[in-house]
């Protein structure tokens, strides 16, 4: 089970946001970059990176402190970067930069056939992120809610060649109240392709649940608030992880 640390960058900083509320923000950091290097050593395998300002206006927006995290990290942490990514040529410039995965939200709900052509391209890159709420899929950072069901969404998606789906219950995220099991192990049993659950991760019980379920298909688990508020920590999390997967 991948255990992997959020970055959430809003304005050049780290900060963590309350369901989604750009108003509602925390800042952990002033330097990104040195908090990637701080999760790598803390034995991160993975890191999600989000361009909250990007995410909002619909293109990239902190592409200067995302290509200092990469740059940082070098080789030995793979980033996966969402947030206002809507063009092919966008996606080319973050792989270009050493990006490892691209996620895409908003876009592959509103324009199935760029999150089409971005498979093409560049296959064994692109994630796709569907943000819930009761199964009905929200866009635009959450305020719009559709009348799509996710789990038809992710299949459409995983015929496509995503490499994974990340699934939010945005009623959670944010609020350290735990990660909605249910509906993400539903949506994990219904694909081939692996799920990486999202928001409400708060402490060790949370992540010790999850990876029991890994063999239904959740492979990762993004975590961001509980561990820059000390509710999880990080370190001890991924080594439950590596124990309960020799166990």
Avoid at 126 to 133: G, M, P
Avoid at 194 to 208: F, M, Q, R, Y
Wanted: net charge negative.
């Amino acid at each position: 089970m991948l255990i992997i640390p959020a970055i959430d960058i809003k304005d050049g900083h780290c900060v963590r946001l309350r369901q989604g509320d750009m108003a509602d923000a925390t800042v952990y950091s002033e330097d990104p970059a040195a908090m990637a290097r701080h999760w790598l050593s803390q034995g991160a395998r993975r890191l999600h990176v989000v361009d909250l300002n990007g995410a909002a206006a619909g293109v990239p927006k902190n592409e200067i402190v995302i290509k200092k995290i990469v740059q940082a990290l070098g080789d030995e942490l793979p980033v996966q970067i969402g947030g206002g990514i809507r063009d092919l040529d966008t996606i080319e410039r973050f792989l270009d930069m050493g990006v490892s995965f691209v996620v895409i939200g908003t876009a592959a709900v509103k324009n199935p056939g760029f999150l089409q052509d971005a498979c093409t391209a560049f296959s064994g890159h692109i994630i796709v992120a569907l943000d819930a709420r009761d199964g009905k899929v929200a866009v635009e950072g959450w305020s719009k809610l559709t009348g799509h069901d996710v789990v038809d969404l992710a299949l459409k998606f995983q015929d496509y060649g995503v490499e994974a789906i990340i699934y939010t219950d945005i009623g959670r995220d944010g609020m350290l109240t735990g990660i909605n099991v249910e509906a993400t192990v539903k949506l994990a049993r219904e694909l081939r392709i692996p799920v990486i659950a999202s928001g409400g991760l708060t402490n060790l019980k949370d992540v010790e649940e999850l990876c029991k379920l890994e063999s239904e298909g959740i492979n990762g688990v993004i975590t961001g608030r509980a561990i820059y508020q000390g509710t999880l920590d990080f370190k001890q999390a991924v080594a439950l992880s590596k124990k309960l997967a020799k166990a």
